[in-house]
């Protein structure tokens, strides 16, 4: 019996964590997201590196060097005065087309985002060119798409998203893309598409980041 007891209190203490849990990525959702955001510019900022090391030579690295310690200068700034820092109009005039130069269109965006100024990060996200189809093109996309569902313009991130999935060969999280489909869907009201796109997730990235915020949804949405 006791034995029992002791088991029924440990499924309920289980539960209640889980529901904690729940709660608490409900309440900071949007917060999480940020930091989430930065953490990837953080992962591309070390891929660059890389490529740095090995061709430092190579005037598009010098400018990719540039870029990067502008947007390290401008994170360890955050917060310590209201006036503009000088690193980001240095950084407008670097944002351009070539391959290394648009990063600083995603490293302006990230900036304002922080700052929860979601139309100026946009503007500098919509200039971000088409190609190459990296794994910065991709970030550039995705945080564009949640900035349009921050925003509540539903149909243009659905539109955004749905382009983004039909794409074979992506380099970059695939269930990432289908959360933030789903999540633009269920916003809109869509509801029974979006719990089709929160399954698809649910069976084909059971082991994603995001599969304890799938299930509630589903959950939530009946499924």
Known sequence: MKRRERKHLKEDEFVSTMTKIVRFLRQYQRELKIIGISLLVVIALISVIKVIQINSSDRANRELATILKLS??????????????????????????????RLA?????TYWVERNDLSRAQSYLE???????????????????????????YDRAIKLYQDLDKEKNMPYLKESILFHLAEALEKKGERSQALEKYRQLQQEFPYSAYIWNVADKIRRLGG
Do not use: V
Not at 75 to 100: F, H, I, M, N, V
Not at 105 to 109: F, I, Q, T, V
């Open 127 to 153: 200039k971000f060119p088409g190609e190459p189809r990296d794994l910065f093109y991709y970030q550039a996309k995705d945080l564009l798409g949640e900035i349009l569902i921050w925003r509540q313009d």
């Open 105 to 109: 269109y995603l490293y302006l965006a």
């Open 72 to 101: 390290r200068e401008l994170r360890e700034k955050a917060g310590t005065s209201q006036d503009l820092p000088a690193e980001l109009s240095q950084l407008e005039k670097l944002a351009g087309r070539g391959r290394y130069s």
